[in-house]
């Protein structure tokens, strides 16, 4: 009896450009969304050689829309900072 070969699909990057207030514009991938605390958030990779992480709010305004949201409170930005290493380091 043979065995099927199972390929795994590959899913392909989505990327987002942000513009910032200085008008400065960075291609980022979306790594992905997480809950935490009855919230949505959004992990994204800078296009820029660097190993930073962006994190913002994530609120979904329509099909195939949505809208980042600035964490404002530096005590809910820490907290979700810390959710984010800690589904990074599960994984």
Do not use: H, R
């Amino acid at each position: 009896m043979a065995q099927d070969k199972v390929t795994p699909e590959i899913e392909e990057a989505e990327f987002i450009t942000l513009e910032f207030d200085d008008g400065v514009e960075v291609e980022c991938e979306i790594m992905g969304v997480f809950d935490f605390e009855g919230k949505e958030y959004i992990a994204l990779i800078p296009n820029d050689d660097t190993d930073d992480v962006y994190i913002y709010g994530y609120k979904e305004i329509g099909e195939d829309e949505f809208e980042l949201v600035d964490i404002e409170d530096d005590a809910e930005f820490e907290k979700v900072v810390a959710e984010f290493d800690k589904i990074m380091s599960e994984e």
